[in-house]
């Protein structure tokens, strides 16, 4: 299986600021004959199921303000939501799906300062 | 608009077998073409893919889990189902069911997901 490690577990951010959140994989979840990444970001607050902000590591989903973008490729990765806001308090997993054997990183809680 | 429901029992005791279903609503199963797929969540901790089916029947199982795991799809009732045998107390968890996000590739992210339905293993 691929493992997914993110960092930090946790993470304090003032509201506006910038926040950053890393993910690597155990293994290259790089395509090369197609150039993709086959990783996803996933928000979830509490008390509801996760949902989708970013697919092929940088791709927005509909819908998802500009703030939030994905970036990296091979093995490692990064979310950042570039001017912090009071409802982007959540857990942020990443998951890969380059096997069939989808495997997801352990979250990071997202706090306000 | 796509929706999806679980239900089932909200408890179950050591070493039977959990089972739980979900409910499509504003799709058809069997016409969409998409994998659909259950997830977990332990209380406090983080999310683990238990597996997926297609509308054929075809099924993908998280190794691990592999052994104890039965996903079947229902498309007359549009609806697919878990069966989980030999449960511990390590399987109570959160159980969400979720529709896989590209038509016929299971290797994809997830959404839309259902809200989620508590099971708890205590005798």
């Known amino acids: 299986d691929i493992v997914m490690t993110q960092s930090p577990d946790s993470l304090a951010v003032s509201l506006g600021e910038r926040a950053t959140i890393n993910c690597k994989s155990s293994?290259?979840?790089?395509?090369?004959?197609?150039?993709?990444?086959?990783l996803a970001w996933y928000q979830q607050k509490p008390g509801q199921p996760p949902k989708v902000l970013i697919y092929w590591a940088s791709t927005r989903e509909s819908g998802v303000p500009d703030r939030f973008s994905g970036s990296g490729s091979g093995t490692d990765f990064a979310l950042t939501i570039s001017s912090l806001q009071a409802e982007d308090v959540a857990v942020y997993y990443c998951?890969?799906?380059?096997?069939?054997?989808?495997?997801f990183g352990q979250g990071t809680r997202l706090e306000i300062k | 608009q796509l929706q999806l429901q679980e239900s089932g029992p909200g408890l179950v005791k050591p070493s039977e077998t959990l089972s739980l279903t979900c409910t499509v609503s504003g799709a058809s199963i069997s016409s969409s073409g998409y994998y659909w797929g259950w997830i977990r969540q332990p209380p406090g901790k983080g999310l683990e893919w238990i597996g997926s089916v297609y509308y054929s029947g075809s099924t993908y199982y998280n190794p691990s889990l592999k052994s104890r795991v039965t996903i079947s799809v229902d498309t007359s009732k549009n609806q697919f189902s878990l069966k989980l045998s030999s449960v511990t107390a390590a399987d109570t968890a959160v159980y969400y069911c979720a529709r896989h996000a590209e038509i016929a590739v299971v290797a994809c992210w997830f959404g839309p997901w259902g809200q989620g339905t508590l099971v708890t293993v205590s005798s």
């Open positions: 998951q890969q799906y380059y096997t069939t054997a989808i495997t």
């Open positions: 293994q290259s979840v790089l395509y090369n004959s197609n150039n993709k990444n086959y």
